[in-house]
């Protein structure tokens, strides 16, 4: 026997109200490690019910969930045997002419926008700001577009069901005329989901929206295409192999078998589940990563019904390095991912987090690398700060000897941690970035130089303008600061770091918790 679950995006949209759903989505939170407002909680939690009833249960049967799983399952089984990471690329190409509308729900679909993003990232979740992670790709037959991490719920099935797999991304595309529209909406309070008294009534704010926007189905066709696409990594040694396994839909062509659904979602996916699918299993991740989904009989059909299955080993915007013009920067990855060990060593045995330098190194096709290793980026000014919220998962520290006015509104809305370099600038921003939920540091100059020879260079030399002196410094402003900073080690070893940290401790420790 056999049934399907209610669509999981039904479930989330009545989830809000319902006090079960609400229960089961906050245990699993914190069991978690994530808080975006909606997932499999409800379906979870009937596991084992399923499972002693003897019933299978599909979570999702879609193309994300659904086919982007059984891509995984085909992966691990025939191309890969160990899968390192996966990147979920959900690109929806299609124009409908309406400058703010969505294919489904609207609720759940601003909700999923709107609330934290998350990934999975060596055994446990890693949460960041709403679409605070952006990427630029090139799809085969859609183009360039724009696309941001989102928390996506089988994420948790495929890192349950892939063995020893590291880093599991969700992305999806949106253009900024969405992006705009959401975030007005978002300031004036239109996407909670808290209830507020209006004329004498209770009303959900983020559901009298969805009652004035077009509903989906009524939404004219699309034209252009959407392209769903995995890209799978498998580090051996100091060299990678990738496999890009995707498809490509075009709108009119699907709006033809599909209508009046404006979304390509293949329609035919939920049946061959229930066809093919042995009984006595509960989760479709669970069936189709440990043998009891046959992905590639799965993909056949796909082809067969439409939706070819593509593979290959480089994308379409590859080039050959042989065409490029010299002189060009080459990074070696296995080199660079040796010294990224010893950086995770030294934050581990050390109990510190490292950051990124981009003015030392601001090659943003390593970030994703990079990322998996150190805890954030630091900038020196606005640009610095935009590509390490834009590029970087992580923190991003701002260390600026002066700061434009103009630019500081700007900063606030990407950097985590603010240091400034004088008492003067602490007055005029700390408290500023304080009630904006950031972090404050001053930069002192402990008068320590290490650097024979070159003390004109070195900011902890005697007479430097870049940091506080202990005869500057204000102590009235201690209430500010959540640290002190000081800047040394210009190709030194930690030798030179301790004698530096020594004249810290020396003159600015009684200022530290003991």
Not at 186 to 215: C, R, W, Y
Not at 261 to 282: I, L, N
Request: with cysteine.
């Amino acid at each position: 026997m056999r049934r399907q679950l209610p669509g999981h995006r039904q479930l989330r949209a009545r989830g809000l109200s319902d006090p079960a759903w609400r229960a089961n989505y906050e245990k699993r939170c914190k069991e978690e490690g994530f808080s975006a407002y909606f997932d499999y909680s409800y379906q979870w939690a009937y596991k084992e019910k399923f499972e002693k009833a003897g019933l299978t249960a599909l979570l999702g049967t879609g193309f994300d969930p659904g086919v982007t799983l059984a891509y995984c399952a085909y992966a691990q089984k025939h191309l890969f045997d160990q899968i390192d990471t996966i990147d979920i690329l959900d690109c929806n190409g299609g124009d409908h002419g309406y400058p703010f509308a969505t294919n489904f729900n609207p609720e759940v679909n601003l909700r999923e926008v709107s609330a934290p993003g998350s990934y999975w990232e060596d055994g446990h979740w890693v949460e960041i700001p709403a679409m605070s992670i952006k990427r630029e790709y090139n799809f085969d037959q859609v183009g360039h577009k724009d696309m941001y991490l989102l928390h996506h719920e089988e994420i948790e099935s495929l890192a349950k069901n892939i063995p020893g797999v590291k880093r599991i991304r969700f992305f999806m595309t949106f253009g900024q005329s969405y992006l705009t529209h959401m975030k007005c909406l978002e300031n004036v309070g239109m996407l909670s989901t808290e209830p507020v008294e209006f004329e004498g009534h209770k009303i959900v704010p983020i559901q009298f929206l969805k009652a004035l926007l077009p509903d989906p189905a009524t939404l004219p066709p699309h034209r252009g295409q959407d392209q769903h696409r995995l890209h799978l990594h498998r580090q051996k040694g100091r060299q990678g192999e990738d496999r890009y396994i995707y498809n490509v839909c075009d709108h009119q062509e699907c709006y033809k078998e599909v209508a009046p659904r404006p979304s390509p979602t293949p329609p035919a996916c939920p049946p061959w589940w229930g066809h093919d699918a042995p009984d006595g299993q509960v989760e479709q991740a669970r069936r189709l990563h440990r043998g009891g989904v046959r992905s590639r009989s799965y993909m056949d059909a796909l082809n067969q019904w439409g939706l070819p299955c593509r593979s290959t080993r480089t994308p379409s915007w590859w080039t050959d390095m042989a065409q490029l013009n010299t002189p060009y920067f080459l990074v070696d990855e296995g080199l660079l991912k040796q010294n990224l060990e010893v950086l995770r060593q030294v934050q581990q045995e050390a109990g510190c987090k490292i950051l990124l330098a981009q003015k030392a190194f601001s090659m943003f096709a390593c970030y994703p690398l990079i990322s998996r290793y150190l805890a954030g980026t630091t900038a020196s000014g606005l640009y610095e700060a935009r590509l390490g919220r834009e590029e970087f998962p992580g923190e991003v520290h701002v260390f600026s000897p002066a700061y434009r006015e103009e630019e500081f509104q700007a900063l606030l809305g990407l950097a985590d941690h603010f240091v400034f370099n004088s008492p003067s600038q602490l007055r005029k921003y700390a408290q500023r970035a304080k009630d904006a939920g950031k972090q404050v540091g001053l930069r002192v100059n402990p008068e320590c130089s290490t650097q024979e020879g070159h003390a004109i260079y070195d900011p902890c030399a005697p007479g430097s303008r870049l940091g506080t002196t202990l005869a500057n410094f204000d102590e009235s402003l201690l209430p500010l600061l959540d640290g002190l900073h000081f800047h040394t080690l210009c190709e030194q070893n930690s030798d030179d770091l301790e004698t530096t940290a020594q004249a810290f401790e020396e003159k600015f420790g009684k200022y530290l918790p003991r």
